[in-house]
């Protein structure tokens, strides 16, 4: 019997003994803690305590930096507006120049052949394309496509079995493209 008193006091004294070590090690590790915890304060605290002059030039380099995206956005921004007020301006000429051109293409349906005239006004209504098509300006294809509102202008409509459906048959006045923008839609006729 003394014998089991003994065997539990020892075994009790392991058991308060293995406790005590881990209180031991909670209370190492807390330290531990926060011993890296008032040293990363401090670190702080020096790091808030920088030189005036230290601080002054990160203002200064911060400030040179905003300012330099800055600039450069307003000149990306100035170039796009430039080629968009250059390209508004260019199809604004552009739309003015082809009913001209338009008068050229009638008066030459009209021409007799042989006619000198007639063959100057030729030649110059080829100098006219050539020097539009040099641009950029180049005439939409219609008669015999497939009709398409982004290009053509459907102004009558007409049943023929011979072209398909939604084919373009005739074309009453060309539709020209500056680029890859249209400057003015074709105006044609339609199968249904």
Do not use: C, W
């Amino acid at each position: 019997m003394k014998r089991a008193v003994k065997e539990k006091e020892l075994e009790k004294e392991k058991t308060e003994k293995a406790v005590s070590e881990e209180k031991e090690t909670k209370e190492t590790a807390a330290s531990e803690k926060e011993n890296k915890e008032t040293s990363e304060k401090e670190e702080k605290a020096s790091e808030k305590k920088k030189d005036p002059k230290d601080e002054k030039i990160d203002e200064l380099n911060d400030k040179l930096k905003r300012s330099m995206a800055e600039f450069d956005n307003y000149r990306k921004r100035t170039d796009k507006e430039k080629s968009a007020m250059y390209e508004i301006g260019a199809k604004d000429v552009i739309e003015k120049i082809l009913p001209i051109v338009d008068n050229f293409e009638r008066g030459l349906a009209q021409a007799t052949e042989g006619d000198p005239f007639a063959e100057g006004m030729e030649k110059i209504y080829k100098q006219i394309m050539t020097t539009l098509e040099g641009v950029g300006v180049k005439p939409i294809e219609a008669v015999g496509q497939e009709f398409n509102p982004d290009f053509h202008n459907a102004v009558m409509h007409v049943d023929d079995e011979e072209a398909g459906e939604n084919i373009i048959t005739e074309e009453f006045q060309k539709g020209y493209m500056y680029h890859d923008s249209v400057v003015r839609h074709s105006m044609v006729k339609v199968a249904n």
